[in-house]
């Protein structure tokens, strides 16, 4: 069975090797905004305990460890560590698919537009195009699943 993969285009300066925003499609932007919507515990088991930053994993793993005795009648631990995820939208996503958007580094998303380019490279204090380098990437589930770790590795 074929893995499907998203591609994103990465604007970086190549001085400071710094990815300055990614060209994303529908698919992408559709995938950050549905992470908006999983329950915590959902999220914190999708990226695996032991990846998870500060302490939220050793609270998943508590809880895994405590007994059901200690939970309310009729709640249980299955119902923090397996809760139930919201309905999606239906098979049109939550953005339209003829825009194509900017991601920034902090993951915040704008329409992409050439007025925001260049609005984006003036706040970058990019004095010339040429010390800029496209790079086109494939994002896998591997890669998706670890976000923030890969979005850090592409930075450097």
């Given amino acids: 069975m074929a ?10 300066n ?20 549905t992470l908006l919507s999983f329950p915590l515990g959902t999220v914190i088991k999708l990226l695996s305990k032991n990846k ?13 460890e405590l007994s059901d005795t200690f939970f309310q009648p009729n709640l249980g631990k299955a119902t923090v560590l397996n809760p139930k995820l919201p309905s999606r939208p239906s098979e049109g996503g939550f953005v339209k698919g003829v825009i194509t958007y900017m991601v920034m580094d902090n993951l915040e998303v ?13 706040k970058f204090n990019i004095q010339e195009v040429g010390a800029l380098e496209e790079k ?18 592409v930075r450097s």
């Fill in 3 to 12: 893995t499907r993969k998203v591609t994103l285009k990465l604007l970086i």
């Fill in 52 to 64: 998870m930053v500060g302490c939220l994993g050793n609270l998943y793993e508590s809880i895994e």
């Fill in 136 to 153: 086109v990437i494939e994002l896998g589930v591997d890669e998706v699943a670890h976000l923030s770790v890969f979005w850090t590795e």
């Fill in 14 to 33: 190549k001085k400071t090797k710094k990815v300055l925003f990614a060209e994303a499609g529908k698919d992408f932007v559709d995938f950050l905004f």
């Fill in 110 to 122: 704008k329409p992409m537009s050439t007025i925001t380019s260049i609005t984006m490279l003036n």
